[in-house]
């Protein structure tokens, strides 16, 4: 089995902000990207995945994506903590992976 590299990007943050960080990641590059429901405890407080749904924006997502360079991920990462992270909570971290499907990703063969 041949495996490729690539970086995966992930972003936890506050669901309000879910829609730029999606463009900010296709305005990147990213061929796709995943949302998954969070929760936990940070330095902001708890943030319980069963909640009230009185106020859904304040819901904690993660959202990734994996990409072929990892340059244009810095940049994502760079873009998404400069323009959301003073004024909202959240976190990103990049991975170093392998994948089996290069072409889904944008790496060439």
């Given at each position: 089995?041949?495996?490729?590299?690539?970086?995966?990007?992930?972003?936890?943050?506050?669901?309000?902000?879910?829609?730029?960080?999606?463009?900010?990641?296709?305005?990147?590059?990213?061929?796709?990207?995943?949302?998954?429901?969070?929760?936990?405890?940070?330095?902001?407080?708890?943030?319980?995945?069963?909640?009230?749904?009185?106020?859904?924006?304040?819901?904690?997502?993660?959202?990734?994506?994996?990409?072929?360079?990892?340059?244009?991920?810095?940049?994502?990462?760079?873009?998404?903590?400069?323009?959301?992270?003073?004024?909202?909570?959240?976190?990103?971290?990049?991975?170093?992976?392998?994948?089996?499907?290069?072409?889904?990703?944008g790496i060439p063969q």
């Amino acid at each position: 089995m041949k495996t490729y590299k690539a970086t995966r990007i992930s972003i936890v943050a506050e669901k309000l902000i879910e829609d730029g960080i999606i463009r900010i990641l296709e305005d990147a590059g990213a061929t796709g990207y995943s949302v998954f429901e969070g929760g936990g405890k940070g330095s902001h407080g708890p943030h319980p995945l069963h909640r009230p749904a009185i106020v859904d924006g304040f819901a904690i997502i993660k959202i990734e994506a994996i990409l072929g360079n990892r340059n244009a991920a810095e940049r994502i990462a760079d873009a998404v903590t400069q323009k959301y992270f003073g004024k909202y909570s959240g976190i990103v971290y990049l991975d170093d992976v392998e994948i089996l499907r290069p072409a889904k990703f944008g790496i060439p063969q």
